[in-house]
């Protein structure tokens, strides 16, 4: 199992320009989340996925969006892209309810808006 | 709104001695992980802790769950320069946007090792 993989590993995009982050998991989970992480800070959850065509938003979804039509795959959307979203974004994945079962993460993406 | 708080943000400490993190919660939590992240790489799953006054331990690592299930620990003894990384709480708590759960992580505690 490769696990989670998540592509690209980084990328540079400027201001107002548009991006998919994509994210890819082997181990049949129902449960996926994208997270962000800020030099120096923990983790914030932008959306999560319950199962293939469920998705809903966590604690900074605005300038995001998802979806979420296989169970396999769960994309980020970024569509107009603002410096604010300079950050390292990890995907995850849990066979069941995050908190009571163990989360997966991908390798990250690190992204630089400039 | 609900916080995990973890500190403290950085802790320096010399080979060979112990480190501690704490994490704090607002609310009551069903359970609680921790994570390790190397610099550079993604979080990994270390344990998790769910019933209160829970104590686990693995090898030099010793993790504590509140009486009250709003706080933890994690203690390592004896450090080693692999031990080097950030160590996140994370708790469970429910977001407003929706009727599933989530994890809210701490900001986490960045341990540096000097040989």
């Known amino acids: 199992n490769a696990g989670v993989t998540q592509t690209p590993k980084f990328r540079i995009l400027k201001i107002g320009q548009s991006m998919t982050l994509q994210c890819t998991q082997d181990?049949?989970?129902?449960?996926m989340y994208w997270y962000r992480q800020d030099p120096g800070m923990g983790l914030k959850l932008i959306y999560y996925?319950?199962?293939?065509?469920?998705?809903d938003k966590g604690e900074v979804p605005n300038g995001y969006n998802v979806s979420r039509s296989t169970t396999e795959d769960f994309p980020l959307r970024l569509e107009l892209a603002a410096p604010s979203q300079t950050s390292v974004y990890f995907c995850?994945?849990?066979?069941?309810?995050?908190?009571?079962?163990?989360?997966?993460f991908g390798p990250g993406t690190r992204l630089l808006v400039l | 709104g609900q916080q995990v708080m973890q500190i403290p943000q950085y802790q320096h400490v010399q080979e060979g001695e112990d480190f501690t993190t704490y994490c704090n919660s607002s609310?009551?939590?069903?359970?609680i992980q921790w994570y390790k992240q190397r610099p550079g790489g993604h979080p990994v799953f270390l344990i998790q802790?769910?019933?209160?006054?829970e104590v686990k331990k693995q090898k030099r690592l010793t993790f504590q769950f509140g009486e009250a299930k709003k706080n933890s620990s994690l203690h390592i003894t004896a450090t080693q320069t692999t031990d080097v990384g950030t160590y996140f709480c994370?708790?469970?708590?429910?977001?407003?946007?929706?009727?599933?759960?989530?994890?809210?992580f701490g900001k986490g505690t960045h341990l540096i090792i000097q040989p």
């Open positions: 995850a994945s849990s066979p069941g309810l995050a908190g009571a079962e163990t989360q997966y």
């Open positions: 994370a708790g469970r708590l429910y977001y407003s946007g929706g009727g599933a759960d989530g994890l809210t």
């Open positions: 181990m049949n989970h129902n449960y």
């Open positions: 996925s319950v199962g293939a065509g469920i998705t």
């Open positions: 802790l769910v019933k209160s006054g």
């Open positions: 609310t009551t939590l069903s359970n």
